[in-house]
Nanobody
Framework: VQLQASGGGLVQAGGSLRLPCAAS????????MGWFRQAPGKEREFVAAINRIGGGRYYDDSVKGRFTISRDNAKNTVYLQMNSLKPEDTAVYYC????????????????WGQGTLVTVSS
C-alpha cells in the first residue's frame, strides 16, 4: 500500500491543522492506520492509531485531548485533527499502515508515508 500525507504547514501556537493521508494500492479497510512524528534531533515517536473499522483509537499521552485520529474507509483516507497546537508538536508527521495490529512502535510499522512537516510557532 502507498501512503500520501499532506496538510502540514506553519501555524501559531493554539491553532489547528488537519492532516489527511490517502492510501492506494491496497485494500484500505484491512489496515490498522497510525501517525508517527519525528522532531529534529529526536527519535520517531508514536502519536495516534486507529483500528480497521475505527472503533478503537489510541493516543500518546502528549496529544491526548488535543488530537483526534479518524478514518473514512470509503475514501481510503485517515485523518489527524490537531487542535491546541504547541511548539513542541513541531515535527515531520508520518502516516503508517499495519496489517496485523495497531502500530505502537516505529520498528513495528509495515508501511510508511513520505511525511509532512508541521511547524508550530510560539
Amino acid at each position: 500500500v502507498q501512503l500520501q500525507a499532506s496538510g502540514g504547514g506553519l501555524v501559531q501556537a493554539g491553532g489547528s491543522l488537519r492532516l489527511p493521508c490517502a492510501a492506494s494500492g491496497g485494500t484500505f479497510s484491512i489496515y490498522y492506520m497510525g501517525w508517527f512524528r519525528q522532531a529534529p534531533g529526536k527519535e520517531r515517536e508514536f502519536v495516534a492509531a486507529i483500528n480497521r473499522i475505527g472503533g478503537g483509537r489510541y493516543y500518546d499521552d502528549s496529544v491526548k485531548g488535543r488530537f483526534t485520529i479518524s478514518r473514512d474507509n470509503a475514501k481510503n483516507t485517515v485523518y489527524l485533527q490537531m487542535n491546541s497546537l504547541k511548539p513542541e508538536d513541531t515535527a515531520v508527521y508520518y502516516c503508517t499502515a499495519n496489517r496485523n495490529a495497531v502500530p505502537a512502535r516505529a520498528a513495528g510499522v509495515d508501511y510508511w508515508g513520505q511525511g509532512t512537516l508541521v511547524t508550530v510557532s510560539s
